[in-house]
């Protein structure tokens, strides 16, 4: 069956680095990745779309690159900001029309 | 501003007792979903649905069923709540056609004890 892995451990970094998140998944390659951004206690909030032929998205500080080669998605934040601080998860489409997540990645960014 | 909203953010109920976790979205999306998110296993669909009066059974819906009598409301209802059925749970929504975004509500925190 599909699986998605994400880093399980958390990613500390210092403000105005840049914030590198991977998601790696197994089995056939979906038709698009999806990342969202989850705050404690909250539920998941969608930020960005890529399809299988493109190879790279951005939307003002964060880029989505997807590699169907490696079966895998970068996600960057550039520039990043304590306000970064969240969990980022991943997910993909798989075979049976369902839409399925990582487990995420807590990101720490600080000041 | 899109919204879906889940009745609860905390409930403390007893094992055996039957849990209704309600769920409404005024996007007019045909689409809506129930997922629980555990430490360690991540969000796992419980079920979905498609249309009104339609469900599916996601990956783990054992102990759980819903219902959806109208577009906007999806409800869980967990027939008689066992410890392992602890966990946050999450409704989302998504419009029809093309590709699949989901809008998440803040989720309910449900205890079992």
């Known amino acids: 069956s599909q699986k998605i892995e994400q880093n399980s451990e958390a990613l500390n970094i210092q403000e105005g680095k840049t914030a590198t998140l991977t998601c790696n998944y197994t089995n056939y390659s979906p038709a698009y990745l999806q990342w969202y951004r989850q705050d404690p206690g909250r539920g998941p909030v969608f930020l960005l779309l890529?399809?299988?032929?493109?190879k790279e998205k951005r939307k003002e500080r964060l880029k989505v690159t997807f590699d169907t080669t490696l079966k895998q998605s970068l996600f960057h934040i550039t520039a990043s900001q304590p306000a970064d601080s969240a969990t980022y998860l991943c997910a993909l489409l798989n075979q049976g029309g369902k839409l399925i997540f990582g487990q995420g990645t807590e990101l720490s960014v600080k000041p | 501003d899109v919204k879906v909203t889940q009745s609860s953010r905390y409930l403390v109920k007893r094992t055996g007792e039957k849990v209704f976790l309600e769920c409404v979205q005024d996007m007019d999306h045909e689409n809506m979903f129930w997922y629980r998110q555990d430490p360690g296993l991540g969000l796992r669909l419980i079920y979905f649905s498609y249309d009104v009066k339609m469900k599916e059974k996601g990956d783990i819906p054992e102990g759980y069923s819903v219902s959806r009598e109208k577009k906007e409301r999806f409800s869980l209802i967990l027939e008689s709540a066992s410890t392992n059925q602890t966990s946050m749970y999450l409704c989302a929504s998504s419009a029809s056609g093309g590709l699949l975004v989901l809008f998440f509500g803040s989720g309910t925190q449900l205890s079992v004890l």
């Open positions: 890529i399809r299988e032929n493109e």
